[in-house]
C-alpha cells in the first residue's frame, strides 16, 4: 500500500515552551485510510495535526506523499485539505460564503490564475453536497455556527484534496450533518481513495467506517488500532478513565 | 472663495484624485489586516525622514519615501523577532518617529522651521508638480495590476492569513507587499494631505467602503471612488472656506464614514 503519511521520532515544541506538545510520534499513514485521532484535552492532537500539515517546526522525520514537509510544505498544502479548529468568524466579515468556499482551490490552482468555470462547477457541487448552496450569497458571519463549520468543509473539499486534516469538524454539527459529511467522506476514500484524519476529544463524534483510532495522551501515541482493541486498552483508561458506557 | 491659476488647479485635482484612489484602495488592506497603527507608524516615519532631508539638505519627499519604505522593511522582520504583533512594534515606533523628527528640527539652523517640512506636516495639495502626478498615476497602475493578478490569493490573506498559509498561499509574501505599498502610498500622498492627516484618508475612505457591502470585490471596486469623492469634497471644501486642505479632506472623509455608519446595510434587520 502506499504510505501517505511518514512520522518517525517526532517532537513538536512551541516557542518559548521547554516541554515538547508531541513527544516521539511514530505514525504511517496508508493511502484511502480514515483515521481518528482521540486523545483528552491538551493531549496533543491539533498539534499533531499542524505538524503533519507543516505549520508547526518540529524535529524528526515528517513525510507526506514521499516528499518533507520541512521543504515541501507549501507544495504539499496545495494538495491538503485542512478544516481548523473552531474557527469562527465576526459578525461583520466582508466575505460572501461562495467566496471563502472558492478560497479552498486557490491553493490548488496556483497564482496568476483565475478561478475559471470548470473550478465554479467544483465549488458548487461540494456546496451542494453540504446542503449550503442555498446560503451561497449570504456573508459568512451572518451564519451560525454549524453553517460556518459545513463552509469550512467545503472549502477544504473544493481543494479536491488528497490528505484530509479535520480538526474537530463534527463540533458544531447537528446529527443528520454529521451523517451526510460522514458520507460525503466515505464516498471520498472509495471513489479517489483520499486519506481522511479526524481529530476529536468527543467520543461519540467518532465518524461511521472508522478502522482505525490513535490514542493521543500527554503528546504520545498510548495506543493505535482497531476501536474495539483501543477502546478495550489500558491506555485508554488512563487516558478517559471509566467512559465505555459513552461509546457503546 | 479662492480663484486659483486652471493648470495649477487641474493638476491639484488630478494628484488629489489619484492619492485619493490610491490611498481607500491599500486602505481596504490596512483596515481589514487591523494594520491601522503600521499606517500610522509609516506616516510619521516619513515626517521624521523629511525632517533629516531638509537638515541634510537632501530632497525632503524622496527621504520621506525612504523612512515610510525602511519602516516597512522593519517592522515585520522586527515583530517576528519579538514575537509581538506587528501593530504593538508600530506602536512604539511611532512615538519615536515623532521625537526623531522633532530633534532634526530643533537641529535646523536659525528659529525658523522649514517651510518644506511643515508642507510636509500639513499637506499643500497646490504644490504637486508633475512628476508627483505622474509617480501617483503609476503607483496607482502598479497596485490595481497587484490587486487584479493575484485578487484570489490576496482575497484569502484579507480572510484569514493563518488559514490561506494552510492552503498552500504564500502568505508572509503577501503582507510584506501589502506593507510595502501601504509605506509608498503613504509617502507619495504626504505631500498632499501631509504626514499628520494623510493616514485618515486611508482609513476613513476605506472604513466607509467596508460599511457598504459584504463583498469584498464590490468593496474594492467601490473603495477608489470614495477616495476621490472625499478628495474632491474636501478640496472644494477647502476651497469655499479658505481651509487648509488637509484639514478639509479629512473632515469630509470623516462625515462620509459616520454616514455611511448611519446608512449601513449591515445594520438593517433581515
Same mark, same amino acid.
Given at each position: ?41 491538551? %493531549?496533543?492532537?491539533?498539534? =499533531? ?83 449550503? +448552496? ?23 473539499? +473544493? ?55 490513535? =490514542? ?18 489500558? %491506555? ?13 | ?270
Amino acid at each position: 500500500m502506499e504510505v501517505v503519511v511518514r512520522l518517525e521520532g517526532v517532537s513538536t515544541t512551541y516557542e518559548g515552551e521547554r516541554r515538547p506538545a508531541i513527544t516521539d510520534i511514530n505514525l504511517l499513514v496508508e493511502r484511502g485510510e480514515l483515521i481518528t485521532i482521540i486523545g483528552p484535552n491538551g %493531549a496533543g492532537k491539533t498539534t =499533531l495535526l499542524e505538524t503533519i500539515n507543516g505549520l508547526l517546526p518540529s524535529e524528526g522525520l515528517v513525510e507526506v506523499f514521499g516528499l518533507s514537509v520541512r521543504e515541501h510544505g507549501r507544495e504539499l498544502r496545495r494538495r491538503i485539505g485542512y478544516v481548523p479548529q473552531d474557527f469562527m468568524v465576526e459578525a461583520g466579515t466582508p466575505f460572501l460564503v461562495k467566496d471563502v468556499v472558492a478560497m479552498g482551490r486557490v491553493g490548488r490552482i496556483g497564482p496568476l490564475r483565475p478561478i475559471r468555470e470548470g473550478d465554479w462547477e467544483i465549488i458548487w457541487a461540494v456546496m451542494e453536497e453540504l446542503g449550503i +448552496a442555498d446560503l451561497a450569497d449570504r456573508p459568512i458571519g451572518k451564519l451560525s455556527g454549524g453553517q460556518q463549520q459545513k463552509v469550512m468543509i467545503a472549502r477544504a473539499l +473544493a481543494k479536491e484534496p488528497e490528505l484530509l486534516l479535520l480538526d474537530e469538524p463534527f463540533s458544531s454539527l447537528d446529527a443528520r450533518s454529521r451523517m451526510v459529511v460522514c458520507e460525503i467522506l466515505d464516498g471520498l476514500r472509495e471513489e479517489r481513495g483520499v486519506t481522511v484524519l479526524v481529530v476529536t476529544h468527543d467520543l461519540s463524534a467518532i465518524p461511521e467506517g472508522c478502522e482505525r483510532i490513535v =490514542l493521543l495522551n500527554e503528546g504520545r501515541i498510548t495506543a493505535d488500532g482497531a476501536p474495539d482493541q483501543v477502546f478495550a486498552s489500558e %491506555a485508554f483508561l488512563r487516558a478517559y478513565g471509566p467512559v465505555r458506557a459513552v461509546i457503546a | 472663495m479662492i480663484a486659483l491659476p486652471s493648470t495649477l488647479l487641474l493638476r491639484a485635482i488630478a494628484g488629489g484624485v489619484l492619492a485619493g484612489a490610491l490611498c481607500s484602495l491599500v486602505g481596504v488592506f490596512a483596515v481589514r489586516l487591523r494594520m491601522s497603527s503600521i499606517g500610522f507608524c509609516m506616516s510619521h516615519s516619513a515626517f521624521a525622514g523629511a525632517a533629516l532631508g531638509v537638515l541634510l539638505a537632501l530632497d525632503p519627499l524622496l527621504m520621506a519615501m525612504l523612512a515610510a519604505l525602511a519602516t516597512a522593511a522593519l517592522l515585520g522582520p522586527i515583530s517576528e523577532k519579538a514575537k509581538l504583533p506587528a501593530n504593538v512594534i508600530a506602536g512604539v515606533m511611532f512615538p519615536m518617529t515623532m521625537a526623531l523628527a522633532f530633534i532634526f528640527l530643533m537641529l535646523l539652523p536659525g528659529p525658523v522651521i522649514g517651510l518644506t517640512v511643515l508642507s510636509l506636516l500639513w499637506g499643500s495639495v497646490l504644490t504637486v508638480s508633475p512628476s508627483d502626478v505622474a509617480f501617483l498615476a503609476i503607483l496607482l497602475a502598479l497596485t490595481t495590476s497587484f490587486i487584479v493578478l493575484f485578487w484570489k490569493e490576496l482575497n484569502a490573506v484579507l480572510f484569514d492569513p493563518r488559514l490561506a498559509e494552510a492552503d498552500g498561499v504564500n502568505s508572509r509574501a503577501y503582507m510584506n507587499a501589502i506593507i510595502f505599498l501601504l509605506g509608498g502610498v503613504v509617502a507619495l500622498s504626504l505631500k498632499l494631505v501631509g504626514g499628520l492627516l494623510v493616514y485618515a484618508l486611508v482609513v476613513n475612505s476605506a472604513s466607509t467602503a467596508l460599511q457598504l457591502s459584504y463583498d469584498m470585490k464590490k468593496i474594492f471596486l467601490l473603495s477608489p471612488f470614495i477616495g476621490m469623492l472625499a478628495f474632491l469634497s474636501g478640496f472644494g471644501l477647502s476651497l469655499w472656506l479658505d481651509l487648509p486642505v488637509g484639514s478639509s479632506i479629512v473632515l469630509t472623509s470623516s462625515i462620509m464614514l459616520a454616514t455611511s455608519i448611519a446608512l449601513s446595510p449591515k445594520r438593517k434587520r433581515g
